[in-house]
């Protein structure tokens, strides 16, 4: 069977969370915010409004719609300045030996993520080519835990949705490929992405095998 593999980018693909971080933080400290690593995990999968959003909330900070804006730009640029030096160091493990395996199985091979920054991110990292489509931040209008990401992507798959699989590291995009009616797999903490279907460290143990029975099943209707 043909299947199609949807991955996040940010903690999945590359771990570029560092950055989002370090901007982030530099951010929330010109507005005398503290900003914590922790916080920033319930950042993942959020997008850039949302993300400041909460940040001015957790710092009970009102600023302007103007001033709003700038700081969204502010973050970017600096954010972009950090991933303008990235190359294929910093792929995560094992994820071109697994892109690869789903190359050669012939099986559909989607990007499914927030950022309106992934095109650029693949190219710098070599992994562009490996993706049938791309699914961004700049083709979507609503934020995970909404399905909206992964259904563009089964959609120009070709593929229908209970047949896809999604790679996430957020409780919001395993909240949101759930709600696709899609297999869920947590990169990360179990404790964590409870939610999930199964969840791994990481794509190191990951093994083919188990690929393969993610090929060859069919999924259950899952009860929304």
Not at 28 to 49: H, P, Y
Request: hydrophobic share 40%.
């Amino acid at each position: 069977m043909r299947k199609g593999f949807i991955f996040d980018l940010d903690g999945v693909i590359v771990d570029t969370a560092k950055y989002h971080f370090l901007a982030w933080q530099n951010l929330a400290t010109g507005l005398g915010i503290s900003f914590t690593e922790e916080q920033n995990e319930q950042l993942k999968g959020v997008s850039r409004i949302k993300s400041l959003e909460k940040i001015l909330e957790w710092g009970n900070k009102t600023i302007s719609e103007d001033q709003f804006q700038s700081l969204m730009t502010e973050k970017n640029e600096e954010y972009l300045s950090y991933i303008a030096k990235m190359d294929q160091s910093e792929i995560l493990p094992d994820v071109p030996r697994l892109l690869d395996y789903l190359i050669k199985n012939n099986q559909g091979i989607a990007l499914g993520s927030a950022s309106k920054n992934a095109r650029v991110i693949l190219e710098k990292v070599g992994l562009k080519s490996k993706f049938d489509t791309i699914v961004d931040g700049t083709n979507v209008t609503k934020a995970k835990p909404n399905p909206e990401v992964f259904l563009i992507g089964a959609k120009q798959l070709e593929i229908a949705p209970e047949n896809c699989i999604v790679f996430e590291d957020s409780v919001a995009g395993i909240k949101a490929a759930n709600n696709a009616g899609m297999i869920s797999i947590g990169i990360g903490d179990k404790d964590i992405l409870a939610e999930a279907d199964f969840v791994f460290n990481d794509f190191t143990t990951i093994k083919n095998e188990f690929i393969n029975q993610l090929i060859n099943t069919q999924k259950e209707p899952r009860v929304l």
